[in-house]
């Protein structure tokens, strides 16, 4: 059983750290056998916001968990809590998998994990992080970074986004979108998503994508072009752009090459279909395309990603 540590000191915020037990406390899909076992970790009774909290486990707890998370911190100007930082190094010595979420990256930093890798933050404390430690290769516009071993996440919601990141790594997509569905909040947003984005999904009915996004959801199928959607539409390709950036913070084209990968994904755990018939049935035309994107986007090739995340559960292909 994978082990999630969740620091827990007085002057964290109480979202992020509530959000992530949150996530990790139960699979919904009945599919991740095993689970994770989650532990909150501090050096006693702490106060989080207004709350007062009853750690499972001191902070040496986090030098034996496979997974440590690090949730924002109140004041990026005060002290940080006594004895987290050495916590958090030491975990990292022991090869537990990072994870800070928003200004968790302070704290990351601190301990020196960060250093020469790319990290982000809520976006109001980027510069604040990128001026207190030089050696962090802070990206101040995307929703969440993945080093491998070391993970770093933006405010609120980009939380969210890389706690599901999280169980789509561990366990496949299948399982990640029951999680989302449990929490009622989109499956998947890519983590290079811009943090800051006017209008997130398309909330009015009359909204310009409100109707084209579910058309092509139908025809991933098919070639798509820009030009096909702009003319479905009914606006430019210039005016359509404007748009797609404003409602999803990407373009037509990104934003149909994710959903593509999503939908191999998805078939990739829930049917035996050959690599082939995925990448037509995905819109990748090939499996020599499929493989290429698929490995350049997920990290493995399609074959490794079936063997892996393969739904043999009694859900599959339902």
């Known amino acids: 059983m994978t082990t999630v540590a969740l620091a827990a000191t007085d002057g964290m915020l109480h979202f992020e750290l509530a959000m992530a037990c949150e996530v990790f406390v139960r699979d919904p899909s009945g599919l991740a056998d095993p689970w994770y076992e989650l532990v909150v970790c501090g050096p006693g009774p702490v106060r989080i916001g207004r709350f007062r909290m009853e750690p499972d486990d001191g902070l040496d707890r986090l030098a034996r968990a496979d997974t440590v998370i690090v949730p924002s911190i109140a004041d990026i100007d005060a002290d940080l809590p006594p004895g987290l930082v050495d916590a958090v190094r030491a975990a990292h010595r022991a090869g537990a998998r990072l994870v ?12 020196g994990v960060l250093d020469g890798l790319r990290a982000t933050t809520h976006w109001a404390h980027t510069e604040a992080l990128a001026a207190r430690y030089p050696r962090v290769r802070v990206d101040p516009d995307v929703l969440y970074v993945d080093n491998g071993n070391v993970l770093a996440s ?93 409602a999803t913070g990407t373009t037509p084209l990104q934003w149909l090459a994710t959903q593509r990968i999503r939908r191999a994904q998805e078939l990739l755990e829930n049917t035996e279909d050959s690599i082939d018939a995925i990448a037509e049935a995905a819109g990748m035309g090939t499996a020599t395309t499929l493989r290429r994107h698929f490995n350049r986007t997920v990290g493995v090739p399609p074959d490794a990603y079936r063997r892996t995340f393969r739904n043999t559960g009694p859900a599959a292909g339902s």
């Not at 800070?100 to 301990?111: D, I, Q, R, Y």
């Not at 029951?178 to 009015?204: I, S």
């Open 154 to 246: 933006a405010g609120k919601a980009a939380a969210i986004d890389l706690c599901l990141h999280l169980i789509r790594r561990d366990h496949g997509s299948t399982v990640a979108n029951a999680v989302a569905r449990r929490l009622v909040v989109p499956p998947h947003r890519a983590g290079g998503q811009a943090q800051f984005v006017t209008t997130p999904v398309p909330a009015r009915d009359d909204h310009p994508l409100a109707n084209l996004l579910p058309w092509a959801m139908e025809r991933l199928n098919l070639p798509l072009t820009v030009e096909d959607l702009a003319r479905q539409a009914n606006m430019s390709s210039r005016n359509l752009a404007r748009h797609f950036r404003s």
């Open 100 to 111: 800070s979420l928003c200004t968790g990256a302070f704290v990351l930093a601190a301990a």
